[in-house]
């Protein structure tokens, strides 16, 4: 599964378009995702990622990055063994691209600010 294209709340997975945050996996996509708190990423909001235990999970924090990804998400994938990769949704697109064919890789990308 490869993400397309994204710009400022539009990105294409597979031909498909979304308009609202996703979570991606390799063979499917969540659409509509949303958070308990809109710009703070709390654990309980990515129990579907961590489910599919990803050796890396990717956030994408918008075009602004004004995602912030909580203290309880840092300390857990760092229990887990999970690498935490959060940067702008762009920059989080290209890496997801990158290592999907080679990793177990989640994203939960912001689509927008």
């Known amino acids: 599964m490869l993400i397309e294209g994204y710009r400022f709340g539009v990105m294409v997975i597979e031909g498909e378009s979304y308009t609202e945050d996703v979570i991606v996996f390799p063979d499917r996509v969540v659409p509509n995702w949303r958070r308990k708190e809109g710009h703070v990423l709390a654990l309980e909001d990515l129990e579907a990622a961590l489910e599919a235990k990803p050796e890396v999970l990717i956030v ?4 602004q990055e004004l995602l912030a990804v909580s203290q309880a998400v840092i300390a857990h994938t760092q ?24 990793r177990r890789v989640v994203a939960a990308l912001h689509l927008t600010c």
Request: neutral net charge; proline residues 0%.
């Open 79 to 102: 229990k887990a063994g999970i690498e935490l990769l959060a940067f702008d949704t762009r920059t989080a697109c290209r890496t997801f691209n990158e290592l999907v064919g080679s």
């Open 60 to 63: 994408g924090t918008g075009t």
